[in-house]
């Protein structure tokens, strides 16, 4: 079952001789379930694509869905609340809030949208992660690596139908680095995450189950 369909999908900045065209009738579908990497050089429209995707931006043409939800006639309001609950995003830099505690950090967007973290399923996530002896430090206390785990972990917890990262281990070192990808591949194994990672390192695109490459704005090939 598709959990992600796009269809035509453009997306153009500026206007006259001086618009760039980030998206050019892009097609793409990614099943439940699937952990896809998408690959591609700087300016091909990776980034502009999981914004999209992520209702932070919106495409000027074209057929978007995202768990069956139509995303080009979302207003900023429920394109919030969106974010919130159905998509999880991780980005190169973590945007931890540096005066939360790694616990107030990951729990922050299940209380934001009105509920309850499980206190079984949040000690199980931070177990898995390596960081359930760190519940209580501040961002700025720990490592590149251990943040990163802390983002994963607030996008993971509310189980995004979802997960969108944004070159995840691009500001990482090569352990820290496989350390972020085997964390990914449990939850998509293990808790059956459905993830778009985008990423320029073809190693880090290796451990997905499908790779797609992208060129000025279009999908050129796909292996697995």
């Known amino acids: 079952m598709a959990i992600v369909e796009c269809a035509g999908l453009g997306k153009t900045y500026g206007r006259g001789p001086a618009s760039v ?14 952990f896809v990497a998408l690959v591609g050089s700087s300016g091909s429209g990776k980034s502009t694509l999981l914004h999209i995707l992520g209702a ?5 043409e074209g057929h978007v869905e995202v ?28 945007n931890l809030i540096p005066t939360l505690t790694v616990r107030q950090n990951i729990v922050l967007p299940v209380r934001l949208a009105g509920k309850r973290p ?23 206390e720990l490592s590149g690596g251990q943040q ?8 993971v917890l509310y189980q995004p139908a979802l997960l ?11 352990s820290s680095t496989a350390d972020v990808l085997d964390l990914l591949e449990t939850a998509h194994r293990d808790w059956g995450q459905t993830i778009l990672l985008v990423t320029h390192d073809d190693e880090v695109a290796a451990r997905a189950q499908r790779v797609l490459t992208m060129v000025d704005g279009r999908l050129v090939a796909e292996h697995r």
């Not at 980030?22 to 990614?30: C, H, K, N, Q, S």
């Not at 932070?56 to 000027?60: H, Q, S, V």
């Not at 499980?118 to 961002?139: Q, S």
């Open 21 to 34: 065209a980030a998206l050019r009738g892009l097609d793409m579908t990614i099943d439940r379930g699937e």
């Open 56 to 60: 932070i931006e919106r495409a000027d």
């Open 67 to 94: 768990a069956g939800v139509d995303l080009r006639t979302m207003d900023p309001t429920r394109a919030a609340v969106f974010r919130r609950t159905t998509v999880g995003l991780v980005y190169q830099f973590n």
């Open 118 to 140: 499980d206190p079984g399923e949040l000690d199980r996530l931070v177990a898995a992660l390596g960081i359930g002896d760190r519940m209580e430090a501040l961002p700025s």
């Open 148 to 155: 990163q785990r802390v983002a994963i972990a607030r996008s």
């Open 164 to 174: 969108l990262a944004d070159e995840p281990t691009g500001n990482l070192d090569r």
